[in-house]
T-cell receptor
Framework: DGGITQSPKYLFRKEGQNVTLSCEQNLNHDAMYWYRQDPGQGLRLIYYSQIVNDFQKGDIAEGYSVSREKKESFPLTVTSAQKNPTAFYLC??????????????FGAGTRLSVL | DAKTTQPNSMESNEEEPVHLPCNHSTISGTDYIHWYRQLPSQGPEYVIHGLTSNVNNRMASLAIAEDRKSSTLILHRATLRDAAVYYCILRDFGNEKLTFGTGTRLTIIP
């Protein structure tokens, strides 16, 4: 089935450790996104990529890094510089471009906690 | 970005229609109104979008006020599976980003 796969479902980070969240899509979408969601809050954009080998910072990029070496993959690294990483992380993809009906399709999320 | 205002929570009885309001008094002429919903512990999913005219699809209907300063998402016959947080989002034509507020938490009463 076509869709977005995020792994792992749950992740624990130790103090000072970098961790990488995986996001893979087989929808042949150009654009991919990473969001963070804190309890009871809406989603906030961390990074997004409109095409391979290019990405832009979102609203809360500090302490995070991404890469986009392949169309289907957009991994997110939560670095030790992110002092409050506990949150629900969501990856999304869309066709891209300026189409009006540029629907974003979301994965099931990764829940990150600090040990 | 233009902002939206939604009630924090609503309740509805199962098998009855649900009307979820959204105010967007500063909407610009090129802003499209998008609705997404998020079921518990899942990622959001697209529901519907519109510009000026009312829209229908298999999931819901979107009623847009004539002055476009407000809109209403209509679920015609709520089921327990419709219990979710519903987000009303304004998206400018040409802008790929979605800005999520806190949405409306819809509870369906059996």
């Amino acid at each position: 089935d076509g869709g977005i796969t995020q792994s792992p479902k749950y992740l624990f980070r130790k103090e000072g450790q970098n961790v990488t969240l995986s996001c893979e899509q087989n929808l042949n979408h150009d654009a991919m996104y990473w969001y963070r969601q804190d309890p009871g809050q809406g989603l906030r954009l961390i990074y997004y990529s409109q095409i391979v080998n290019d990405f832009q910072k979102g609203d809360i990029a500090e302490g995070y890094s991404v890469s986009r070496e392949k169309k289907e993959s957009f991994p997110l690294t939560v670095t030790s510089a992110q002092k409050n990483p506990t949150a629900f992380y969501l990856c999304a993809s869309s066709i891209g471009g300026t189409l009006v009906k540029n629907i974003q399709y979301f994965g099931a999320g990764t829940r990150l906690s600090v040990l | 970005d233009a902002k939206t205002t939604q009630p924090n929570s609503m309740e509805s009885n199962e098998e009855e229609p649900v009307h979820l309001p959204c105010n967007h008094s500063t909407i610009s002429g090129t802003d499209y109104i998008h609705w997404y919903r998020q079921l518990p512990s899942q990622g959001p999913e697209y529901v519907i979008h519109g510009l000026t005219s009312n829209v229908n699809n298999r999931m819901a209907s979107l009623a847009i006020a004539e002055d476009r300063k407000s809109s209403t998402l209509i679920l015609h016959r709520a089921t327990l599976r419709d219990a979710a947080v519903y987000y009303c989002i304004l998206r400018d034509f040409g802008n790929e980003k979605l800005t999520f507020g806190t949405g409306t938490r819809l509870t369906i009463i059996p």
